[in-house]
């Protein structure tokens, strides 16, 4: 379950990424990019991408009590 939940954490934090590798406006000139909108709109955050920052640390978090549960089952076994 952990090891599912940690591939979805890994796949949203890749579509996230090339979500903000995107260009908005498409059929128009614009060519802002997307993290520069993103850039400007958490200005004031504590961390510069807070969702890839919160996904990211979701996925540590995970990997860590894997890593527990893994620990405790080799030394019952």
Do not use: K, N, W
């Not at 995107?22 to 059929?27: A, I, M, Y």
Request: with cysteine; glycine share 2%; net charge negative.
């Amino acid at each position: 379950m952990l090891a599912t939940f940690r591939e979805r954490c890994d796949a949203r934090l890749a579509d996230r990424q090339a979500f903000l590798a995107g260009v908005t406006s498409d059929d128009a000139d614009v060519g802002v990019s997307l993290r520069a909108i993103v850039d400007y709109l958490y200005a004031d955050f504590p961390a510069d991408y807070p969702v890839l920052s919160t996904v990211a640390q979701l996925a540590a978090t995970c990997e860590d009590c894997q890593r527990a549960v893994r620990d405790h089952l080799t030394r019952r076994a």
